[in-house]
């Protein structure tokens, strides 16, 4: 089968929707698929096999973020028509969609869509001149209409799926978790990370390991961060990504106190010091309230770290009866309380840490890839009849790539 991906984003921008993508693409090939993905250029990125880049532009208040042409993306038809694609699969809600779906009705193919973001509690942060509930409902609005123009939607976790049947949206929908590669997420070396770092071999650490983003609730890690002090006097958290929330945090540890107890480290690279950086960790603590997975989670846990975390929408689905993890109270007490209990118990730690790597296991990326392929089936055989009464039309279009292109 050959697949056509879209996307907004992608390796070397590091975020879930990047990770996810690179995943399935990797156990998709060790099945025998192929797959060809279309994505901004970013400066200073190489080029990749099967990777088109398409010309891109920052994006205003979020510098990391590229903003690909549409009209490029929609002028590949021509180039990409002979190479006999199966079926388009977009992965973002921006200009990949758009254009995906257009790319898609001019090669005559089905599209599904992966809905990775929990908009509704996202897009405030990104335009907060207004008013909350003007977001929420712009983006339960622009949500139904994307979903009802694709022929199937994958979302994460149950809780996800829950909140869109909610919103109205009546597509067909299949949850389906970015697996995890099990073999990447071995060994790492936490002790060489600490000497890097200048960190004491017996001090508590905790990680936090995301994009540095609003939306991920870091501003609450580090509240109760103060509590735990009041314990664990040393502890130290290291804060592993990039992000627009960055200088913010740096400014809220100080405003807390917190000077010598919050060391930023910025992105790493993922082959050997996130892992280091990971096992590093007494502990990983996450308390994001918009994930529709978290695969963080099962990167710490595949590991053997324990897992400290608030179980909110995706979250939930992921830590459901982990018992590598430590499900926390979505309060600033309950959970630097909870935080306190592990750093401060060596048994509990060991015991969740035994644990950990079977809780991860069930999340494998090649059963994942298999059933991602059992769905692209389905979908192309239930389009089939829409798609065969007439050949595909192209517009006259540049069949040359953009720059960059592969």
């Known amino acids: 089968m050959r697949i056509l991906m879209v996307s907004d984003v992608s390796f070397p921008r590091v975020n879930g929707v990047s990770t996810s993508i690179a995943t399935f693409r990797q156990s998709l090939a060790e099945i025998g698929h192929e797959t060809t993905l279309v994505a901004p250029a970013y400066p200073g990125a190489g080029a990749e096999a099967d990777v088109i880049r398409i010309p891109s532009r920052a994006v205003p208040r979020d510098p990391e973020d590229r903003l690909m042409s549409r009209g490029r993306v929609v002028a590949l038809a021509g180039l990409l028509a002979p190479r006999g694609f199966d079926i388009v699969h977009v992965h973002t809600p921006f200009v990949a969609h758009y254009a995906g779906i257009t790319l898609a009705r001019r090669l005559g193919l089905p599209v599904v869509e992966t809905y990775h973001t929990f908009f509704e509690e996202y897009l405030h942060h990104y335009l907060p001149l207004l008013p909350r509930a003007v977001t929420r409902f712009v983006a339960r609005r622009g949500s139904a209409a994307q979903c009802a123009q694709v022929d199937a939607l994958i979302v994460p976790t149950g809780q996800m799926l829950s909140v869109l049947r909610g919103y109205g949206i009546g597509t067909r929908a299949e949850v389906l978790p970015t697996g995890i590669d099990l073999e990447r997420f071995r060994g790492g070396d936490g002790a060489a990370f600490r000497r890097r770092h200048g960190i004491a071999a017996d001090r508590p650490v905790l990680t936090h390991i995301s994009r540095v983003a609003h939306e991920k609730n870091i501003d609450f890690v580090l509240e109760a961060l103060t509590r735990v002090r009041r314990e664990v006097p040393d502890v130290l958290l290291v804060i592993a990504g990039e992000g627009p929330a960055l200088e913010h945090l740096r400014r809220l540890a100080a405003r807390l106190g917190l000077d010598g107890h919050v060391l930023f480290v910025g992105y790493l690279d993922r082959a050997q010091e996130l892992l280091d950086c990971y096992r590093a960790g007494d502990a990983f ?23 400290i975390s608030t179980a909110v929408l995706g979250t939930a689905e992921v830590l459901a009866g982990a018992r590598g993890a430590l499900i926390a109270p979505d309060e600033v007490a309950g959970f630097a309380a909870a935080v306190t209990r592990v750093l401060t118990d060596a048994a509990l730690r060991a015991r ?3 644990a950990a790597p079977a809780d991860a296991a069930a999340w494998s990326a090649a059963a994942m890839a298999e059933r991602l392929v059992a769905l692209y089936h389905e979908v192309i055989l239930g389009a089939a009849a829409r798609y065969s009464a007439a050949p595909a039309v192209l517009h006259p279009e540049p069949t040359c790539p953009p720059s960059g292109s592969e």
């Open 285 to 307: 603590v996450f308390a994001s309230r918009t994930e529709t997975q978290g695969l963080v989670l099962l990167e710490a846990l595949a590991l053997g770290v324990p897992v």
């Open 352 to 354: 969740l840490a035994a």
